[in-house]
């Protein structure tokens, strides 16, 4: 069974940074793109993220290149989510998802205040 | 950017209604589009993937049919647990873009 695991998520204040990390098991994590999705309080769905299966390509929308960082450790199978420079319109669930986005973890909540 | 258009954006059905929630691409993306089913406190569940095929364990009820650069996703008999919000994704081509979503709930 797929199982995908987020922490790390909190409250911060603008500006400042946080990291996200998703556990994975029940597949062959090296074998997956793995992507990041956001969810802002009752709203829709936004991706954030994509990587390739070795880390060596990497994806972004507009709205957070420069200041997500995504990366992967397949020994660990573990993912990430660098996030610098945070603002109050990152406040949202920040959902992992394996492939084209076939499986999601629970999500964690990211909250952006002063 | 591909935008995807989702419509309705919420729908009232009845228990035993064929339901139908559609989503357009500004462009063409062949058959890479998703479905995803989430309720209320849940994370989203994938329903359909590459546009027309069944996640494993979904209800059959539910399908998947594209035409061109449109997309849609049939119930075709309404049951309690589905009601929920539906979104569309587009994975072709980076930014990955959602539909705005559709809440269905019941009449």
């Known amino acids: 069974e797929v199982q995908l695991v987020e922490s790390g998520g909190g409250l911060v204040q603008p500006g400042r940074s946080l990291k996200l990390s998703c556990a994975a098991s029940?597949?062959?994590?090296?074998?997956?793109?793995m992507a990041w999705v956001r969810q802002a309080p009752k709203k829709g769905l936004e991706w954030v993220a994509t990587i390739s299966t070795s880390g060596s390509r990497t994806y972004y929308p507009d709205s957070v290149k420069g200041r997500f960082t995504i990366s992967r450790d397949n020994a660990k199978s573990s993912l990430y989510l660098q996030m610098n420079s945070l603002k109050s319109e990152d406040t949202a669930t920040y959902y992992c998802?394996?492939?084209?986005?076939?499986?999601w973890g629970q999500g964690v909540m990211v909250t952006v205040s002063s | 950017d591909i935008q995807v258009t989702q419509s309705p954006s919420s729908l009232l059905a009845s228990l035993g209604e064929r339901v139908t929630i559609t989503c357009q691409t500004s462009?063409?993306?062949?058959?890479?589009l998703n479905w995803y089913q989430q309720k209320p406190g849940q994370a989203p569940m994938l329903l359909i993937y590459y546009a027309t095929s069944l996640q494993t364990g979904m209800p059959s009820r539910f399908s998947g049919q594209y035409s061109g650069r449109s997309f849609t996703l049939t119930i075709t008999s309404l049951e309690p647990e589905d009601i929920a919000n539906y979104f569309c994704l587009q994975h072709y081509s980076a930014p990955w873009t959602f539909g705005g979503g559709t809440k269905l709930e019941l009449k």
């Open positions: 998802a394996r492939g084209s986005v076939e499986d």
């Open positions: 029940g597949f062959t994590f090296s074998n997956y793109y």
């Open positions: 462009q063409s993306i062949s058959n890479n």
